[in-house]
């Protein structure tokens, strides 16, 4: 996880904390309930710092990089939320405090809304709408299918990736094929750190950050160079070095 967390970062997502918990009032205290039960999972902290690089890389403002990531976590938490409900089967009682999860889970997916309003960035609503879709029916099929680790997190796990850094590009008004391009980049890293760092799995982890850097490549022998501290972090992690 040091690997990612730059000084700028790490106070970044002080401030994310402190948004997300300001954004869930006046039912923080009810909410706060779920929160442990979701904060050992490596991902949680993974997805925002991630997308405060995205956005930091492309120069964007601090506090629109910060309400994004509160965005990103927002919409994992409820994801979250909803993965701790359990089947008949495996011994759950259909009572208030299962009830009650339900709706929590869902108040929180109703609060993106509200927050893409705050965030100015209600018009990639439609990107949004298609990540959870997206998200959604990984979940269905690892529920039903139950597919593997790779197969499971490239439908759930990915698409946050992929969204965060293509908003950012949207936001920073780069051109449509260097979005798709950046988009590319962000599903790719995030399928790679998530599954050396979150699961252990470096030989599958280094697959994709090698699909980082073959995107990457193609960008810079097209001309654009601006994602040198992109370069510098996909080589901290290639040689397991911390980020200065």
């Known amino acids: 996880m040091e690997i990612i967390l730059t000084k700028s970062v790490q106070s970044g997502l002080q401030e994310v904390d402190r948004t997300f918990r300001n954004s869930m009032l006046p039912w923080w205290n009810e909410i706060a309930a779920y929160v442990p039960k979701v904060d050992q999972d490596l991902g949680f902290k993974l997805l925002p710092a991630m997308v405060l690089n995205s956005y930091r890389y492309l120069g964007l403002d601090k506090e629109l990089a910060v309400k994004m990531a509160n965005l990103f976590k927002t ?12 089947d008949d089967e495996e011994g759950q009682k259909h009572n208030q405090e299962l009830q009650f999860t339900i709706l929590i889970g869902d108040y929180i997916f109703g609060r993106v809304l509200k927050l893409l309003v705050e965030t100015g960035t209600d018009h990639l609503l439609y990107m949004f709408a ?13 529920h039903k299918v139950k597919s593997n680790l790779e197969q499971t997190l490239i439908q759930t796990r990915a698409p946050l990736y992929h969204n965060a850094f293509m ?7 780069l051109t449509p094929d260097l979005t798709e391009n950046y988009g590319e980049v962000g599903r790719n890293l995030g399928a790679a750190l998530e599954l ?3 699961h252990g799995q470096k030989g599958l982890g280094q697959a994709y950050l090698d699909k980082t850097k073959e995107i990457l490549k193609l960008l810079n022998q097209n001309g654009y ?20």
């Open 75 to 86: 919409i994992d938490f409820a994801t979250r939320i909803h993965g701790l409900i359990k």
């Open 130 to 142: 298609s990540m959870i879709g997206r998200i959604n029916e990984g979940l269905i099929i690892e």
């Open 167 to 173: 908003s950012a590009a949207k936001m920073a008004n």
């Open 196 to 198: 050396t760092f979150v």
């Open 225 to 244: 160079k601006q994602f040198k501290p992109l370069e510098n972090l996909i080589h901290a992690v290639d040689k397991n070095w911390e980020v200065a």
